[in-house]
Structures are given as C-alpha cells and as structure tokens.
C-alpha cells in the first residue's frame, strides 16, 4: 500500500532555513500537500503541488518535487519561533477521495 | 469566516461510557472525514462521507465505534462502549469536493480513564 515517510524531529535556530523532507512510495501520486498542525489545532493546508510540477514557491515557502525519487521537500525561508508546529507531508492519487499521510515532522525553532 | 466545528473541544470519561463527537462541516462541503490522532499511531483515517453517505469506514472498529451524518451540517463519531485505547484527539474535516484539500477542525480530545 501507499507509504508516506518523514523524519519526526528537526530542530533549527530562528533566522536561519528550514528545510523538511518527505518520501512517499504511490507513484500514482498526483497531488501532493503540505500541511501545518499548531499545538491544539487542527491540521492547516499550507501548500500543494500538482506531480507535474518540479518547484512551487509562496513567499518564504518553496516546494520541491523529484519525482523520480519520490522525494518531496518544504523550505521554510528566514524560519521564525511561529514556525514551531508539525508539519505533514500528504500524498493523494487523482482517482483516489482520500491522502495519506505521513507521521509529521516537529520543527523546533530556538533563539 | 467559514470553519468546521467541532464540540466537545475536551472529554473525560469513563471506560464503559458512551461517547459523542460532533462535527459540524463547512456549509456546502459535500465530503467528510473523521480521523484520530495519536502520538503512537499518528493521523488515521477512520471514515468519510461523500453527500451524507459513508463510503469508507474501513478504519473503525466496528464493534464499538459508529459514524452518521443525520444531515448535511451534522456528522456524528459514536463510541459505546469507550476503552482507555480509544484515548486520542479525534479530527474532523471537510471538502468542497472530494478532490480538494481538506479543511480540519480543531479536534476533539478524548480521555479515557
């Protein structure tokens, strides 16, 4: 079945780049998301990318699309301590209702 | 400022009790998902509906769980009897259509002792 794996921690300093990654096993995959989940919150949509698509920037957020390696990446530019959250890496096939996704990555930002 | 709603917000209860989460969608979005959270297991699926219908509650223990939509601005997550297992945060979320992104609630957390 699909499999979708990210690292569960990554701690970076304020300022600096946060880069968080994401391996997924469908290449049926046709979409593939970035959600934000803050403490005591529901899951936010962050970003997407279609699988047709190498690069999605938004502001300080670029998304990476190797495809060829099933390898999908968040950068998170200038990372703030309002970055802290965990961040879910989703999959989704075009026919499919329903994204799988990862475990979540808990960015830390520190001073 | 449109949200799904979710009530209640926290609960404690004791194993054997009945639990009732809502889930109230965003109006208009016709697909709806119940997931559970925990720090084990992560995020899973647990069943959606598509127009009030379920289509997939392959991720539920049937025996003592049970999800409804008595109507489009109502989902229901049952559970009868509760086990400390059941302990979690329990997500609902809903789409304008069922290949959109999904917009979450704020969850429900669930204790059971």
């Known amino acids: 079945g699909e499999d979708v794996e990210q690292s569960l921690f990554l701690s970076v300093r304020e300022g600096d780049s946060s880069v968080i990654n994401c391996t997924y096993t469908d290449s049926s995959s046709t979409y593939l998301y970035w959600y934000k989940q803050e403490p005591g919150a529901g899951l936010q949509l962050l970003t997407y990318?279609?699988?047709?698509?190498d690069m999605k920037q938004d502001q300080r957020l670029t998304v990476l699309l190797n495809k060829k390696d099933k390898h999908l990446s968040l950068r998170i530019a200038d990372t703030q301590t309002g970055d802290s959250a965990i961040y879910f890496c989703?999959?989704?096939?075009?026919?499919?209702?329903?994204?799988?996704f990862g475990r979540g990555t808990s960015l830390i930002v520190h001073p | 400022d449109a949200r799904v709603t979710q009530t209640p917000r926290h609960k404690v209860t004791e194993m054997g009790q009945e639990v009732t989460m809502r889930c109230q969608p965003i109006l208009g979005h016709n697909t709806v998902f119940w997931y559970r959270q925990t720090m084990m297991q992560g995020l899973e699926l647990l069943a959606y509906?598509?127009?009030?219908?379920?289509?997939?509650d392959s991720g539920m223990p049937k025996d003592r769980f049970s999800a409804e939509m008595p109507d489009a601005t109502l989902a229901t997550l049952k559970i009868q009897p509760s086990e400390p297992r059941d302990s979690a945060v329990y997500f609902c979320a809903s789409a304008p259509d069922s290949r959109n992104e999904q917009f979450f609630g704020p969850g429900t957390r669930l204790t059971v002792l």
């Open positions: 989703a999959e989704r096939e075009g026919g499919s209702y329903i994204p799988t």
């Open positions: 990318i279609f699988s047709n698509m």
């Open positions: 509906f598509r127009n009030r219908a379920p289509l997939d």
